[in-house]
């Protein structure tokens, strides 16, 4: 049976320099947008894996409706359909709730291995890949670097850790964070992105998924966000003076030497 | 005040290698301040096992859960025996490091106790009714978000050098030993094998300084005065992602957005122009030092001390300077 590979991916600000409105929201509405960078990585793998075991890639976003320019984007470099997962009663939910809309729907699409970008631009705290794996009850490794092996039964992953590399194996159903050292992304050919206007993209509400509209959105979310502030910038440093360069480190060593730093 | 829906705030001691992870006593002092403003005390969780867990005891905890025969290094069982331990031991917090392992386990730690996460915290604090609420950064850097934990339990995962860590201070908290229940942890992940990083370098993400070089230096040889600069201050070596792209240095250096975020005290960024992705991953270390021979790029205005000038003849001069100042020249 052919692998079912789903990637997980999500449209976000094309430039994380946004302004905040009066209502102490974050005002993305009408900027540039994209697909989230790092979710390029995923994808790429999610296709080369599919060449190599004749699978099948599915692309699954949640958001508003303009979710679907992305996910066409994502099926005009290969990937065989896609499902948009997009109801008022999603909105607002945070990341535990959003996780579980996605994993109702990889379980309802039947996805074997699912993957994920390491994290979002946006909001991006890179949680989102471990929460989908804790709803799907299944295995999972974030900060992936390598796809060592894969069948349909299992996945072989080196994972970059702070003091060097785990290598795992998990059995599938799996999910899966890509780091941007796995891959070069393709690009999308003039076949794909005709393909890609004609290729299906279900869309799914949470009566689709068989989710209870009271466990979703803001309300039913044990988190919220109270407030969002622009990061004032750093206050004006000092030039270090000097005419030589061992003038200006004699000056700077100075500094450091006051801060303590040496 | 403790109600029946828990008390006390858990830490979530890492260990790699059987050696506690310094963020374990970063979380220790994030921690106390909690638990001292709840009227609770602070109880920490090792899995499986470390070398000095009397430590953490020492440093404040006034308990040290061991929790046997648990592999931290596998996500699902580190989860389930945690969750289990917490079900039981009921805390009103708890906190792990935003690490691998931290934003690994954290949300499965989240569902299985149906608690809400805060992630990658850089503050923590409580709110008029003692609940959490933590600061943590969006967009590249450019956004500060609160975020409100409304469940019993509250996790949350904090960012490495984000407290001080604590320090042993003769606590006479007690160290307890207990069986790690894993048995909800199906044997679904294979620990095939771990390869040390043998490069002997600091981790940038646990650095008290760091050194980062990039395109500006125009050469992978650039980096031999980046390490011999980071290696005088007794930094780790860092780099942009223009430098990581072009094969000068390897990934896991790179500090970013596309790479890790890092919040030493001390930042000196040689040859970067300050690119947004870069800057969102180290704009909130204490001090920055900038050398570069563009005084009008981001990041010679972002820096406390810029110093214009050519890498190359500047960086010579400081290792000088510094060992003169050492006393080691």
Not at chain 2, 74 to 100: E, F, N, Q, W, Y
């Amino acid at each position: 049976m052919a692998l079912k590979i789903a990637v997980c991916i999500k449209r976000t600000p094309a430039s994380t320099s946004v302004a905040i409105d009066a209502s102490g929201k974050v005002q993305t509405k009408g900027l540039p947008h994209g697909i989230n960078p790092f979710d390029e990585y995923a994808l790429e793998e999610a296709l080369r894996i599919k060449e190599k075991l004749d699978g099948t890639v599915t692309v699954v976003s949640a958001g508003e409706a303009e979710a679907e320019e992305v996910i066409r984007g994502a099926l005009a470099l290969g990937c065989d359909d896609g499902i948009l997962l997009a109801d008022p009663a999603f909105a607002g939910s945070d990341g535990t709730v959003t996780a579980s809309i996605l994993a109702a729907a990889l379980r309802k699409a039947g996805a074997q291995l699912v993957l994920f970008g390491k994290e979002t631009t946006d909001g991006g705290s890179g949680q989102m890949p471990s929460f989908t794996a804790a709803w799907l009850d299944c295995p999972s490794a974030i900060g992936v670097r390598k796809v060592a092996a894969v069948s349909d039964a299992e996945i072989t992953v080196e994972r970059g850790m702070e003091d060097g590399v785990d290598t795992l194996t998990m059995s599938l159903p799996a999910v899966v964070a890509v780091t941007k050292e796995i891959n070069e992304p393709r690009l999308p050919s003039l076949k794909g992105k005709m393909a890609a206007k004609k290729a299906p993209v279900a869309k799914w509400t949470a009566a689709d998924l068989g989710l209870d509209a009271a466990k979703l959105g803001g309300a039913a979310s044990p988190t919220q966000v109270l407030s969002m502030e622009p990061v004032p910038a750093r206050p004006a440093g000092v030039s270090i003076p000097g005419g030589t360069p061992e003038e200006k480190a004699a000056a700077l060593v100075q500094k450091l030497k006051e801060a303590k730093f040496i | 005040m403790a109600d029946n829906r828990g008390s006390g705030v858990w830490v979530v001691a890492e260990s790699r290698r059987g050696t506690l992870i310094p963020a374990a006593f970063e979380l220790l002092t994030a921690a106390k301040s909690l638990a001292a403003q709840r009227g609770e005390s602070v109880t920490a969780v090792v899995l499986g096992g470390a070398q000095g867990v009397e430590g953490l005891a020492a440093a404040g905890a006034a308990k040290v859960l061991v929790l046997e025969g648990v592999d931290g290094a596998v996500d699902d069982a580190a989860a389930a025996a945690l969750a289990a331990a917490a079900k039981s031991g009921a805390p009103r917090t708890i906190l792990l490091p935003a690490t691998v392992s931290g934003r690994s386990v954290a949300p499965r730690l989240a569902v299985a106790l149906g608690a809400g996460l805060a992630a990658d915290a850089v503050a923590l604090e409580l709110d008029g009714e003692k609940r959490l609420v933590a600061t943590r950064s969006g967009y590249a850097g450019n956004v500060t978000l609160k975020v409100l934990v409304k469940s019993v339990p509250e996790i949350a995962t904090v960012r490495p050098m984000a407290y001080p860590r604590a320090s042993v201070n003769g606590g006479a908290g007690t160290v307890e030993k207990a069986p790690g229940d894993a048995s909800a942890a199906k044997a679904r992940t294979k620990f095939v094998s771990f390869a040390a990083d043998t490069s002997g370098e600091i981790d940038i993400g646990a650095a008290e300084k760091i050194v980062s070089g990039g395109r500006g230096l125009g050469d992978p040889k650039g980096f031999e005065l980046v390490r011999e600069l980071a290696h005088a201050l007794g930094a780790a070596v860092g780099a942009s992602r223009a430098a990581v792209d072009s094969g000068w240095i390897p990934y896991k250096h790179q500090v970013g957005i596309t790479g890790r975020s890092v919040r030493p005290r001390l930042y000196v960024a040689c040859g970067i122009s300050g690119q947004i992705q870069h800057m969102g991953g180290m704009k909130s270390s204490d001090v920055i030092v900038a050398i570069n021979t563009d005084a009008d790029c981001p990041m010679m205005k972002a820096a406390n001390y810029a110093v214009q000038g050519d890498f190359y003849k500047v960086v010579p001069a400081l290792v000088a300077e510094i060992k003169k100042a050492r006393g080691t020249a």
